[in-house]
């Protein structure tokens, strides 16, 4: 599997379906709660789902075990637009300042040399993926009803232009 970048206990690398499974049983509450508001589905379901959907597919590693998965879905309702999604365990914890630092990059490098644009919702409650997000320079719309059940979320938005100014600014 490719490494995508690394320091000497933590690395983001090319996954398959060995890191997802891994994780399936210890997702953080914060995911789990996520998964159930945005689709109904049980957590290892969700995370299956959107597994088997995706075109790309990451995993953190640290200290051997996988942290979290993210991957990449393609918008088959609109031309040029990805839907980047993560789940993880409470190991992120450990890997946040790794990940924050990696992230910009990571963003741009993989994810939007495939689409133009970056899309999805995330939980109003999911206060640690919002922080990110923001840190990140995704653009966060006033939450708005989502889900079965209507619970609260932001849609998230950024788009390559946007993330490779945020990227020359900190250069």
């Known amino acids: 599997m490719k490494t995508i970048c690394s320091n000497k206990t933590t690395a983001i690398i090319e ?40 075109m790309k597919t990451w995993a953190i590693i640290h200290k051997g075990e996988v942290a979290a998965v993210m991957g990449l879905v393609r918008n088959v309702k609109e031309e040029g637009v990805g839907v980047p999604w993560m789940l993880g365990t409470d190991a992120m914890d450990e ?24 899309v ?12 990110w997000l923001k840190y990140c320079g995704f653009e966060l719309s006033k939450p708005v009803p989502f889900g079965p059940d209507g619970i609260p979320f932001h ?3 950024i788009n390559r232009d946007m993330m490779e100014k945020i990227c020359a600014t900190q250069q």
């Open 120 to 131: 999805n919702f995330v939980d109003a409650r999911n206060k640690k993926a919002l922080g």
């Open 155 to 157: 849609r998230l938005y």
């Open 15 to 54: 996954a398959d379906r060995y890191h997802m499974l891994s994780i399936i049983d210890d997702l953080r509450q914060a995911d789990q709660d996520e998964v159930r508001a945005a689709s109904g589905l049980e957590p290892d379901m969700g995370l299956l789902d959107s597994w088997c959907r995706s």
């Open 95 to 118: 890997v946040k300042i790794f990940f924050t630092k990696q992230s910009k990059k990571f963003i741009l490098n993989e994810m939007l040399s495939e689409f133009e644009h970056l």
